[in-house]
């Protein structure tokens, strides 16, 4: 993507890596787009554990993210299907689900919608915007190939959390900025999370 998006959906869902979406929360920021966020269930109580959470429920746990990325966003309930994000005639510039699950990726993939997580991601394919999933899990079956090379092919970016080390990093969050960055990069934004050098590869 050449062209900054003047707004930014973020789904958060239950796979490994709520660091990585405080990042890119505290990121999208400071770079100006408007921001959506949607924390699936799964999502609530993974950020509650890898965030070291002291709160309890939804709404605490949304509200104790943004604070933690000092950001502001809109935040919808992955109930909310009627939400705006989920028209195609009021969907965000782009959209980026960090981290992903691989049933949210193959949900995506296979055209369903159970969650707004879903609905968004289906509808940034449909009207040809930007999508980036973050998948992060190990070892993938060949089921999960499928649907992310699925994904892909519907043209979505497959973004995932692997990180470089050829930039030496030194602290873990080097490693959340490598991530990060490359997201950032891939929505046209320019940054100074530790972009890989020259846009290549890692």
Known sequence: MTTRPSSVFLGVTGASGTPYALRLLGALATLGPRLSLCVSDAGVEVARHELRMRVTGRAEVTARLLELAQAEAEVYHPDDLAAPPSSGSAAPDAAVVCPCSLSTAAAIALG????????????????RRPLVLVPREM?????????LLE????????????????????????????????????????????????????
């Not at 609905?119 to 009207?127: D, I, N, P």
């Not at 070892?139 to 649907?147: C, Q």
Request: hydrophobic content about 45%.
């Open 112 to 127: 369903t919608t159970g969650t707004l997580i879903h609905r968004v991601g289906m509808v940034a394919l449909k009207e």
């Open 139 to 147: 070892p993938l079956s060949s089921v999960h190939l499928r649907r």
């Open 151 to 202: 994904a892909s092919d519907a043209g979505a970016l497959v973004v995932p959390a692997m990180p470089a080390f050829r930039d030496l990093p030194e602290t873990l969050d080097d490693i959340v900025d490598h991530v990060a960055g490359k997201v950032l990069s891939l929505l046209g934004f320019h940054h100074d999370l530790r972009p890989p050098r020259g846009g290549e590869g890692a």
